[in-house]
């Protein structure tokens, strides 16, 4: 339990010294705008490439794999069917709620919870791979359309291609499938900038939230219950029975199950930002899923553990 303990101490000193700086506005008004294009155009494909071309490929491509698709599957279908038919929200929108509320935090979290929960950083690997490589490419295409107007596929996929962060994952992945052992004078400068992304982000969405209450957006506030309830309690539930119609074994289940309790990724906030959509509804989603991630590991650790 106490490795919980110190992966959330981490991020959350991280967040608080984010919200001081902008409670003093040590960094004046454009501060948040810059930082949340720093970490997605520059350090965060420098961090994914580094974790994944040193993933081991068994990992990377094992059973927690098809598990933590399907899992993603279901709860981000779920919520896209609800928000598009009863709520009646916008394509854009509720594809950051839908990300909200299926896509976890895999890299941020994930990692120290793997490390010092689960015993082994690499379990998030898998997660990794398919949320970089297979959800983000469809979300953000969606989201290029829905924001810029066009429906040119060729477009679609061209502007799709050229982002950053979905190059530096596919290179992390190459590199790690042709057991490439690049040396240090490669990879010490990558593994440098990489260093500098969790706490930057972290520290970029503590500031976004000073000044702002949680569940203050007219008409929103159930957008961001329906987000945080499937993410923290039916995303879990589902992972388990998923892992146990495929015969895991119980270590297994419960890696799956601790990795689908993982607060939604700070990513869906900096995504909301960058196409100017839905950024309340994941700032708040993402606050509610990290505070209640908690008391939800203790709860799977118990059970399961």
Avoid at 54 to 80: C, E, H, N, Q, W
Avoid at 83 to 95: H, Q
Avoid at 134 to 156: E, K, N
Avoid at 235 to 244: E, F, N, R, Y
């Amino acid at each position: 339990m106490s490795g919980i303990l110190t992966g959330f101490a981490v991020i959350g000193l991280a967040v608080i010294v984010g919200y001081v700086i902008a409670r003093i506005d040590l960094l004046g008004p454009h501060a948040r705008p810059v930082l949340s294009r720093l970490t997605f155009f520059v350090l965060s494909p420098f961090l994914l490439f580094v974790v994944l071309a040193r993933a081991d490929v068994k990992t990377l491509f094992s059973a927690l794999l098809p598990v933590s698709m399907l899992t993603a599957a279901v709860i981000i279908v779920g919520y896209a069917l609800i928000s598009w038919l009863v709520l009646r929200r916008r394509t854009a929108e509720t594809v950051i709620g839908a990300l909200s509320a299926g896509q976890v935090n895999s890299n941020n979290i994930g990692i120290p919870i793997s490390l010092y929960m689960l015993g082994n950083a690499a379990y998030s690997a898998p997660v990794i791979l398919f949320q970089l490589l297979v959800l983000m490419p469809i979300a953000l295409a969606i989201l290029d359309a829905a924001t810029s107007g066009s429906r040119s596929p060729r477009r679609i996929l061209t502007q799709t291609a050229k982002n950053p962060m979905l190059i530096g994952s596919a290179l992390g992945v190459l590199v790690a499938v042709l057991d490439v052992d690049l040396p240090p004078i490669v990879m010490d400068p990558l593994a440098f900038f990489a260093a500098a992304c969790v706490p930057i982000l972290l520290m970029t969405y503590g500031m976004s939230l000073y000044g702002q209450r949680v569940l203050t957006e007219p008409g929103r506030r159930i957008d961001v219950v329906l987000a945080a309830t499937l993410k923290l309690v039916v995303m879990p539930a589902v992972a388990w029975g998923i892992a146990v119609a495929f015969a895991l074994p119980p270590d297994q289940v419960f890696v799956v199950v601790v990795l689908a309790a993982l607060p939604t990724a700070q990513n869906v906030f900096n995504f909301a930002q960058r196409y100017g959509v839905g950024e309340i509804l994941a700032r708040d989603v993402v606050f509610l899923s990290t505070l209640g991630c908690l008391p939800a590991l203790f709860g799977i650790a118990l059970l399961l553990g």
